[in-house]
């Protein structure tokens, strides 16, 4: 045995109590029954990838983010001595790690698609839910083992899934209680705004730029598009998009007008309205925004894009996405569109945790707790036991005889809502003395006058 | 982007699709609500701990079937030349690594529970389940990651735990209706053997020899005993409890004769009756067999020991457990009982695939699908497919308008029970075409008599 170790765990992760459990799967629950609802069939994959499925798929910096996992045996077999004596450990890595863990559910998945694709029906509509690890610098919000939940529809190149995400995005976070916008954005309308203003190598210095236009103003971001290299022409060319303001409907307009000249533009317009108009027609809870500054992922984007604000917590992004058209290509399958969101679990788990949001009746279990006054008595609380949880209701005895005092405590640091008590007297009347915790009554009853009462719903001592 | 891949998974893991996972869940979702009904609560930690945490607790085999994590950055920083240059990968993969996957969640619960005392109310029961990742060699049966379901009693030494385990493993079995035998014995019952034909550092090896009896014969046992060093008359004294036979309680009934020479052995007896006899008093569905060879994990064990044997598949043990009085120690806890049992999801499925025991409606999903004719029909069938959702029903819609061959083909593939149409005569007339794909049948309804025929239960072509 080794020595006596003071516990701890890799930072950047998180154990989780019983209470923070009942919060996560209130959420995780909400996500997957809408997931359902709306017809996504749930897949899982390995938490180890290989490694060369998960390099170059999240650029430099991600090929760094990847937890690595040392191959087992003589990880020195296959190692380049020069790697190691000049310290490249970069390069190195990938010789003594042939596996990795997972950095995302996309790259996973799109993996999945193209190894099971003979036995996938498609359009192919697939929920994940599981943990996503990361070798970030920690920091509030952002940790190295975190969950994501995500919902992609492969094989169909139809806006109506467009149009069905947004709806189902509406869903959960109504039934979370979290208010929200949706920004929304397209892909080909940034590929047009490049082309009207004559730089179409310049999309993501433009979209960094005018992404900070309300926190910097409109001359910062005309001085930094200069530094980026842009000319004063197209940045003259630009203002007017800029400007583009109003209801999302006359933004829709101008930006219609502005893009006329450009093709991919005026296509990227059309398909933001037709999502917009969808989502619309259908009714929405949530504030639908179109923002033109939204780009994230540009390199992987290709049509809509689909980003969700907290609107009454300061906090990153809790759920975005977009629709890919060559996702799989990577992979040996080209050719196949797919559109699909990510719900930020661990943001979502933040903000309810800010807001207070849970409903009360999440907590972590227990109905009734019998108390232990000793072997017979425990005897005749067991059986009594062994009928309640027949009937469903969580039941529970405290294992060992220990004074009143302490068992009563225990309960009620668990916030268990009922105490059963069989003592000698209870023994010989055959019933049981139910204490309800909360408001401090309690009555004598039979073990079937229990169930009875639990089985009509709620509060037995208040029937 | 890298070159097109031949995608594929590191060997010993496993992707579930939609209808794996489905039955998947139907096993989690059995031992969690089981779970959950005994008073258990859930904990999660992290899928990485810190190598200390993990290494020395599973044996120097166990050491080299951790999956170590390499650390991020410059990782030969901290590395040992000499080792390096002399290739000694065990005792240098430490000085690369930091960070391990979690072996069990045994070791990561004592962690916990060292790490949080202070938030803990003692007895803690909890329940975990998640995947845990060991470097074996795979092979059928044998996974390098695998889902465990750990439920523990920590902080009581009363056998109530014991008895309320034994009815959990019958419940959650015949929810499942695994036809199963619990074996049990007791590490103080092995102890006071070893102590009565006087060789107490040999427990290890008269258990090994004394479990092959069934497979290799007494005298091929004896021979082995003799080259495990046992002496004659060790052996000759042994015999006895080799022969010991009759029901369980026959057999209690000798080995409490047998042992009562040994303090020791005793209790085990009177801890083995008291557990039995607990049971046995309020009814057990599975066979419990008192079997002295049973020794699993048994450094770790100090008093009951449990394991469970399906009957109808031959497949090694698909639960385990048993007491431990020192679990928490090494991390600077002592003097903690506990006692647990740990659900193999793996083998269970297997089982479960093998004896084909899924009830029928374990599949993935979505009740009703909308074909889709084009815009118009779309946007009606998506109002529509809105309030069957808001009634909870999966619903769905074929996102592209192609051929309605394709599309009941579809919805043929995915096993989905009934379609909805809505075409030229049914937007005239306001109303849907449902379909039910197992019958045949179809009749024009509303939707608001589609939903309430659902909200009654079934078929609502058979109403």
């Not at 208010?179 to 999309?203: F, T, W």
């Not at 399958?333 to 699909?340: K, T």
């Not at 990510?342 to 949001?357: E, Q, T």
Request: with cysteine; net charge negative; hydrophobic share 40%.
């Amino acid at each position: 045995m080794a020595n006596i170790q003071k516990p701890s765990i890799p930072k950047g992760t998180r154990d989780f109590s019983p209470v923070e459990m009942a919060r996560r799967n209130y959420i995780f629950d909400t996500i997957r029954t809408v997931f359902r609802l709306y017809g996504f069939s749930q897949i899982e994959t390995p938490a180890m990838e290989n490694l060369s499925t998960l390099m170059g798929k999240y650029g430099e910096e991600g090929d760094k983010l990847l937890f690595k996992i040392l191959n087992s045996g003589d990880f020195l077999r296959g190692a380049d001595r020069a790697l190691i004596d000049a310290g490249e450990t970069a390069r190195l890595a990938p010789q003594l790690c042939e596996k990795g863990l997972r950095y995302d559910l996309t790259v996973p998945f799109a993996r999945y698609v193209v190894q099971h694709r003979s036995d996938i029906q498609f359009p192919f509509k697939r929920y994940q839910i599981q943990p996503v690890w990361r070798a970030d610098r920690p920091q509030k919000g952002r940790y190295r083992e975190f969950y994501q939940c995500d919902a992609d529809v492969i094989g169909s190149p139809s806006l109506i899934n467009e149009i069905e995400l947004l709806q189902l995005i509406d869903e959960v976070f109504s039934r979370l209680h979290i208010n929200i916008a949706i920004k929304l954005n397209n892909r080909k309308v940034l590929a047009g705004i490049a082309e009207l203003i004559g730089a179409p190598d310049k999309i993501i210095d433009i979209t960094v730029a005018i992404d900070k236009i309300d926190k910097i103003g409109i001359d910062n971001v005309n001085a930094e598009l200069a530094g980026r290299g842009l000319s004063a022409e197209a940045i003259e060319a630009l203002q007017p998009i800029l400007a583009i303001d109003g209801t999302t409907e006359e933004r829709l307009e101008k930006l219609s007008e502005l893009l006329a000249p450009s093709e991919i533009g005026t296509l990227g317009v059309k398909e933001l309205r037709e999502v917009i108009d969808g989502s619309l027609a259908l009714g929405l809870r949530a504030r639908l925004d179109l923002d033109v500054s939204l780009a994230r992922g540009l390199n992987y984007y290709t049509g809509t894009i689909i980003e969700v604000k907290a609107l009454d917590v300061e906090i990153g992004s809790i759920t975005g996405g977009g629709r890919y058209d060559n996702l799989t290509g990577v992979f040996g399958l080209p050719g196949v569109s797919g559109v699909g969101i990510s719900f930020g679990a661990d943001r979502i788990y933040d903000v309810l945790n800010a807001l207070d949001l849970y409903p009360d009746d999440v907590k972590s279990g227990t109905t009734v707790m019998f108390t232990n006054f000793g072997a017979v008595e425990a005897v005749a609380a067991m059986k009594a036991i062994k009928k309640m949880r027949e009937a469903g209701i969580p039941t529970d005895i405290y294992p060992d005889s220990s004074k009143m005092k302490k068992q009563m405590a225990y309960a009620n640091a668990l916030s268990i809502p009922y105490v059963a008590i069989i003592g000698e007297d209870e023994l010989a009347a055959g019933k049981i003395t139910l204490k309800n915790m909360v408001e401090g009554t309690q009555q004598l009853l039979t073990v079937d006058e229990i169930i009875a009462c639990f089985a009509n719903g709620g509060n037995p001592l208040l029937k």
